[in-house]
């Protein structure tokens, strides 16, 4: 069991200030796990982002360098620098204000994102170690599955090694409220850019709990009907895409372009401004230790997390008590895990 201090959030007390905003381009950003199709795609939208100064790209696997190579013919944006194998993930990190993971092994058809944990959990202590001797003032931004336990692992991880701070670990789970969007969208054929929909609970087919309900500008209303179908659908996504790829691969554009809003927000914050992003943090308000919904952040970290102020339907009340029983499952599994790995060398 941890102690109480471990849902402290360090950040609003931390002496990292926000960036300066009189000098717009001053982050450094790494993306860890940038070889594979998530992150080459994320490294080319954050190359075009304009808070970024420095890109610095990791992998274990060598097309990281061909990767870097390449956007650096790009003749704006970002510095970008590429890192090959374990000696090179210090560096890669020592000084980014904004690290993000996009390290993992996809899921096969018939997987559920918990099946991941064995496999996705190495990279994560990996990190974590390093993070927490070289950057542990950095925020720390995870994508890899499964996010319902490989946040309270890292966190754990982090908290061993003395470098926890609630208020800078993410699980991005942006993905589930732009899926939300996008079809609740084509259902009331309305620009999805206007739309808000909170998406709850965890990421994963049994823990993902869209609030059509609560669908902003409020003067849309998504029938019960409607509700029921669009909710399958976001639960179902993840795994639709797995099927259309016949295997090969999980989603891996949409996923970029949501880790890059998500991103985008953060860093908007960073440098000053107040920001809502749907991610798995820290939460004790919905009677589990991690929880997903939107989460408002500021250039310390998190100011405020989802909270249970919500108006739900009945609908959605019984799906998030089913969800609320896999989140504590889930969140176990991964502490219980960290004790497995804590000290493992690599
Ligand atoms: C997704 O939601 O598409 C990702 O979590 C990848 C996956 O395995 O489903």
Same mark, same amino acid.
């Given at each position: 069991?941890?102690?109480?201090?471990?849902?402290?959030?360090?950040?609003?007390?931390?002496?990292?200030?926000?960036?300066?905003?009189?000098?717009?381009?001053?982050?450094?950003? *790494?993306?860890?796990? %940038? #070889?594979?199709?998530? /992150?080459?795609?994320?490294?080319?939208?954050?190359?075009?982002?304009? !808070?970024?100064?420095?890109?610095?790209?990791?992998?274990?696997?060598?097309?990281?360098?061909?990767?870097?190579?390449?956007?650096?013919?790009?003749?704006?944006?970002?510095?970008?620098?590429?890192?090959?194998?374990?000696?090179?993930?210090?560096?890669?990190?020592?000084?980014?204000?904004?690290?993000?993971?996009?390290?993992?092994?996809?899921?096969?058809?018939?997987?559920?994102?918990?099946?991941?944990?064995?496999?996705?959990?190495?990279?994560?202590?990996?990190?974590?170690?390093?993070?927490?001797?070289?950057?542990?003032?950095?925020?720390?931004?995870?994508?890899?599955?499964?996010?319902?336990?490989?946040?309270?692992?890292?966190?754990?991880?982090?908290?061993?090694? *003395?470098?926890?701070? %609630? #208020?800078?670990?993410? /699980?991005?789970?942006?993905?589930?409220?732009?899926?939300?969007?996008? !079809?609740?969208?084509?259902?009331?054929?309305?620009?999805?850019?206007?739309?808000?929909?909170?998406?709850?609970?965890?990421?994963?087919?049994?823990?993902?709990?869209?609030?059509?309900?609560?669908?902003?500008?409020?003067?849309?209303?998504?029938?019960?009907?409607?509700?029921?179908?669009?909710?399958?659908?976001?639960?179902?996504?993840?795994?639709?895409?797995?099927?259309?790829?016949?295997?090969?691969?999980?989603?891996?554009?949409?996923?970029?372009?949501?880790?890059?809003?998500?991103?985008?927000?953060?860093?908007?914050?960073?440098?000053?401004?107040?920001?809502?992003?749907?991610?798995?943090?820290?939460?004790?308000?919905?009677?589990?230790?991690?929880?997903?919904?939107?989460?408002?952040?500021?250039?310390?970290?998190?100011?405020?997390?989802?909270?249970?102020?919500?108006?739900?339907?009945? !609908?959605?009340?019984?799906?998030?008590?089913?969800?609320?029983?896999?989140?504590?499952?889930?969140?176990?599994?991964?502490?219980?895990?960290?004790?497995?790995?804590?000290?493992?060398?690599?």
């Amino acid at each position: 069991m941890l102690s109480r201090g471990y849902i402290a959030f360090r950040g609003l007390l931390s002496r990292t200030g926000c960036l300066n905003i009189e000098q717009k381009r001053n982050a450094q950003v *790494s993306i860890v796990g %940038a #070889a594979n199709e998530i /992150g080459s795609n994320l490294a080319i939208l954050l190359k075009q982002n304009k !808070y970024i100064t420095r890109l610095n790209l990791y992998d274990d696997d060598e097309k990281v360098l061909r990767v870097g190579a390449e956007l650096s013919e790009i003749p704006k944006g970002p510095v970008v620098t590429s890192y090959n194998g374990n000696s090179f993930l210090p560096a890669s990190i020592r000084f980014s204000h904004l690290i993000i993971m996009v390290s993992r092994v996809p899921r096969r058809p018939g997987y559920t994102r918990d099946q991941m944990l064995e496999v996705n959990a190495p990279p994560v202590q990996k990190l974590c170690r390093t993070m927490a001797d070289v950057n542990p003032d950095a925020f720390l931004a995870i994508s890899t599955n499964p996010i319902n336990s490989i946040i309270p692992l890292a966190s754990s991880l982090l908290f061993r090694y *003395s470098a926890y701070d %609630a #208020a800078k670990i993410f /699980g991005i789970t942006h993905i589930d409220t732009c899926r939300a969007r996008a !079809y609740a969208s084509k259902a009331l054929n309305v620009n999805p850019r206007h739309l808000h929909i909170p998406v709850i609970g965890g990421h994963s087919d049994k823990t993902i709990t869209p609030l059509f309900s609560n669908i902003t500008p409020s003067h849309y209303k998504v029938d019960p009907c409607q509700a029921d179908t669009l909710t399958r659908l976001v639960k179902k996504a993840g795994m639709e895409v797995i099927n259309n790829k016949l295997g090969i691969d999980s989603a891996t554009l949409a996923m970029a372009w949501s880790i890059n809003e998500f991103a985008d927000n953060i860093l908007q914050a960073m440098y000053g401004d107040y920001v809502v992003v749907n991610s798995y943090t820290s939460n004790p308000h919905y009677g589990t230790r991690f929880f997903s919904g939107p989460t408002r952040v500021g250039c310390y970290g998190i100011v405020e997390t989802c909270n249970s102020n919500f108006n739900m339907t009945e !609908y959605e009340k019984h799906i998030l008590g089913n969800a609320i029983t896999d989140i504590n499952k889930d969140v176990a599994r991964g502490e219980e895990y960290a004790r497995v790995i804590a000290e493992v060398k690599h």
